[in-house]
């Protein structure tokens, strides 16, 4: 089974920061890999699909890199609604694991 | 709108069984994989199952092969999980999930979700 690892499990961030996830699969999934978003006690929503394509209505400020293992979750300025956890998700071989997450809060 | 209505969520012992529905409207329910989702509380996201649009193909985590089973009713536009042999494990929110596009294969790609409903499994 492929597994997901990310980094870091959470970080704290100023209003307007960069902020970058990680992620890595324990093998090649080409680009099959998402990214969902997840406020506490709602569901997830899909943000980044095949590694780079923006979700439709997803601000531009979220962004995805990354092919083969390696895969990076970018949110270019951070907002206040933007606290959240974020995981990742390969689907290679009918397979569909997800990352552990990583929890996102404003400093 | 798209909209996805889990239901038949409660208390189980363990060894018991369920039958969760997912009732879903705003789009042509039969050409749409669709898959279950579950979380366990305080943790992650761990995909369950999936179906393809016709329901002639399904797809498991090892976690649950055996013991669970997905279907639909596209002449209801429903989604089920048939939960038997329930473990402490299996105690979790269940969603349902709707494949973001057409696809033969499921990609589990998931553009809308339910709200999910919960399962304790407990004696």
């Known amino acids: 089974d492929i597994q997901m690892t990310q980094s870091p499990s959470s970080l704290s961030a100023s209003v307007g920061d960069r902020v970058t996830i990680t992620c890595q699969a324990s093998?090649?999934?080409?680009?099959?890999l998402n990214w969902y978003q997840q406020k506490p006690g709602k569901a997830p929503k899909l943000l980044i699909y095949d590694a780079s394509n923006l979700e439709t209505g997803v601000p531009s400020r979220f962004s995805g890199s990354g092919s083969g293992t390696d895969f990076t979750f970018t949110i270019s300025s951070l907002q206040p609604e933007d606290i959240a956890t974020y995981y990742c998700q390969q689907y290679d071989n009918l397979s569909f694991t997800f990352g552990p997450g990583t929890k996102v809060d404003i400093k | 709108e798209v909209q996805l209505l889990e239901s038949g969520g409660g208390l189980v012992q363990p060894g018991g069984s369920l039958r969760l529905s997912c009732a879903a409207s705003g789009f042509t329910f039969s050409s749409y994989a669709m898959s279950w989702v579950r979380q366990a509380p305080g943790k992650g996201l761990e995909w369950v199952s999936a179906?393809?649009?016709?329901?002639?193909?399904?797809y498991y985590a090892d976690s649950v092969k055996g013991r669970f089973t997905i279907s639909r009713d596209n002449s209801k536009n429903t989604l089920y999980l048939q939960m038997n042999s329930l473990r402490a494990e299996d105690t979790a929110v269940y969603y349902c999930?709707?494949?973001?596009?057409?696809?033969?294969?499921?990609?589990?790609?998931?553009?809308?979700w339910g709200q999910g409903t919960l399962v304790t499994v407990s004696s």
């Open positions: 093998q090649d999934i080409s680009n099959y």
């Open positions: 999930a709707k494949e973001r596009d057409i696809v033969v294969v499921p990609a589990a790609i998931c553009d809308y």
């Open positions: 179906i393809s649009g016709s329901g002639g193909s399904t």
